[in-house]
Nanobody, 123 residues
Framework: QVQPIESGGGLVQAGGSLRLSCAASGGTFSSYYVGWFRQAPGKEREFVVTIYWSSGVPWYADSVKGRFTISKDNAKNTVHLQMNDLKPEDTAVYYC????????????????WGQGTQVTVSS
């Protein structure tokens, strides 16, 4: 089993940047998809981006394409999410998740979840 541990959330003004990290604890991300989901108050959890650890190939939600970039550090078993040009609608709790998924946009397909980190973008 692996436990994702998120870090890097915070408060930023619109147009600013934040970098989230997700470290594997108690195991490794190898052979898993490692994804980021977010949930705003009163809304359902939504897919943001995922990366297949073995190949490094990412898939992005349309809402973040061109603004967010996911990357991985093999040596540290960590995934990073660089978020640029942040907008108030990006405000949410961001969750890192890992699993052997078939449909990477579906949160229920991910087995292992972090506790979440708050991202707040002020206008």
């Amino acid at each position: 089993q692996v436990q994702p541990i998120e870090s890097g959330g915070g408060l930023v003004q619109a147009g600013g940047s934040l970098r989230l990290s997700c470290a594997a604890s108690g195991g490794t991300f190898s052979s898993y998809y490692v994804g980021w989901f977010r949930q705003a108050p009163g809304k359902e959890r939504e897919f943001v981006v995922t990366i297949y650890w073995s190949s490094g190939v990412p898939w992005y939600a349309d809402s973040v394409k061109g603004r967010f970039t996911i990357s991985k550090d093999n040596a540290k078993n960590t995934v990073h999410l660089q978020m640029n040009d942040l907008k108030p609608e990006d405000t949410a709790v961001y969750y890192c998740a890992a699993g052997a998924v078939r449909l990477w946009t579906l949160s229920r397909q991910y087995t292992y979840w972090g506790q979440g980190t708050q991202v707040t973008v002020s206008s």
